[in-house]
């Protein structure tokens, strides 16, 4: 059998020294590049030329250095600040107590029977339960191999962790109205959580703690090279007309400019795909087609089930001990969206401020962490967009807006019209005993009089005529 066991720590091992090597040659690269820019363009071509090729050019010079030491030190900034917010607070989701608990087992295992047939193992999320804790997927149901990790039991689905998810309004679901349980941590899974590889070249994963910051140093990254390929093609096309011969330098600069920028504008391309759209880099692979189940509050439980046409779930669950609930009891409907709708797309602008900040300095500079990063809010994880509210609507749970709106505005019409009428009422007496010889009331009251004595004498029914005020049996 291969040695496929080792495939995964191999792995791990590759990507450690990867992320120690690389940041070296790029340091190298960028401190080569720059000795190119400053001191052979800046300084020997724009400031100091030989006598004998053209005039020295000291604004020219001095603007091609300030313009590169300005965008390297936005470009190293951000490496920094990206590096460290790896390093310090990467944004894990840590492990489940089950997940030691069967890991220390496992090794145990492992030590009474070090002669045993290692298993194969097929890598990725897909792959089948084969006794190796990478070949696991998320909500694929619990494995039942003694070397994988277990879902917990009914007495633990009611335990205190759950209600970082029906302690809010909206969170993922699956169809039985519980969170996706992740096998390899023996967790809970949070909203839009997923498994990815370390990246290289920064040193980890790229988090929503980093992605900002990601972002960021592509993007400086991109501009300084263009910039870099605009200074040399232009010292390039003067030099060619000097001397017959092409500098080498300025050759291996070019080269490298023009690798490192194709690189980082298509990272900029694509993370500012991502900041429009509100997805991350596994979303993105079935946008068009990924169909959300969502388990959203009922502010209002219906009485009947069968009143309704969806599934609800309630929460706390009920628990393997006679122990009272110490939450309140909340019904949430288990919805599903159309296919490739995106519940938490706020709209292009919304969507780039949730990552990258409500000014413009916060996406120039990196000084702040995203705002999506900060998951204090009461009604999800992520702030949620439209899709959520058609969904609320469709389900019955909220009014549309135009009927709210209608609504709201016949209330205050109603509103205004009573008070106009209360006034009228309360400002007719105060006109009246303005009058004079008695006003409009004394001559109500002779009229009320004399119906009175007309109606006691004939003993018929009166009716009064507006045009002649006459009285009619």
């Known amino acids: 059998m291969a040695p496929s066991t080792k495939t995964g720590f191999n792995q791990k091992v590759a990507n450690r020294v990867t992320a120690q090597v690389i940041p070296v040659v790029l340091a190298a690269i960028v401190g080569y590049i720059t000795w190119v820019v400053v001191v052979l363009v800046g300084v020997d071509y724009f400031i100091r030329p030989p006598s004998s090729r053209h005039k020295p050019r000291h604004g020219a010079g001095i603007a091609v250095i300030t313009a590169y030491c300005t965008l390297l030190l936005l470009m190293s900034t951000t490496y920094l600040r990206l590096v460290c917010t790896i390093i310090i607070n990467p944004g894990y989701v840590p492990r489940g107590p089950q997940w030691y608990d069967q890991h220390e087992k496992r090794n145990k295992e492992k030590s009474l029977d070090t002669n045993r047939e290692k298993p194969s ?20 149901g619990p494995p039942t191999s003694t070397y994988e990790m277990t879902r917990p039991m009914a007495a633990d689905d009611a335990s205190p962790d759950l209600l970082a998810f029906h302690g809010r309004d909206v969170f993922i679901c699956e169809g039985n109205g519980k969170p996706i349980w992740c096998s390899y941590c023996s967790n809970w899974k949070p909203d839009r959580a997923h498994h990815c590889r370390e990246v290289g070249r920064v040193g980890g994963v790229v988090s929503e703690t980093s992605f900002k910051f990601f972002v960021q140093f592509v993007a400086w990254a991109a501009i300084l090279c263009i910039f870099t390929l605009i200074v040399l093609a232009i010292v390039i ?22 690798l490192f920028g194709l690189f980082t504008v298509g990272m900029t391309g694509s993370s500012l795909q991502f900041l429009i759209l509100n997805t991350t880099t596994i979303e993105n692979l079935s946008r068009h087609s990924k169909v959300w189940l969502l388990a959203i509050h009922i502010a209002r439980p219906p009485s009947s089930p069968s009143a309704i046409g969806f599934s609800t779930i309630s929460y706390p669950l009920p628990s393997a001990t006679a122990q009272q609930p110490t939450t309140p009891l909340k019904t949430f409907a288990i919805l599903h969206s159309m296919p490739g709708e995106n519940p938490w797309d706020l709209g292009p602008m919304k969507n780039v401020k949730s990552v990258m900040g409500e000014h413009v300095y916060d996406w120039i500079l990196p000084l702040k962490h995203s705002p999506c990063s900060n998951h204090d809010r009461a009604d ?16 019955g749970l909220a009014s549309p807006p135009d009927a709210v709106s209608s609504a709201t505005t016949a209330d205050r019409r109603r509103h205004r019209r009573s008070r106009r009428d209360g006034g009228s009422r309360r400002q007719r007496p105060s006109r009246s005993q303005g009058g004079h010889h008695g006003g409009w009331r004394a001559e109500r009251e002779m009229q009320q009089s004399s119906r009175h004595s007309v109606g006691d004498d004939s003993g018929a029914v009166l009716s009064e005529d507006a045009n002649s005020n006459s009285v009619v049996s």
Do not use: C, D, Q, W
């Open 121 to 140: 193992v097929i890598e990725g999320e897909n792959a089948p339960n084969n006794g190796n804790l990478r070949g696991f997927a998320y909500g694929n």
């Open 237 to 258: 096309s003067e030099h060619k007309k000097e001397v017959a011969t092409l500098n080498f330098h300025y050759i291996i600069t070019i080269s490298l400019a023009s």
């Open 380 to 395: 999800s994880h992520f702030a949620l967009g439209p899709v959520v509210e058609r969904m609320r609507i469709e389900a």
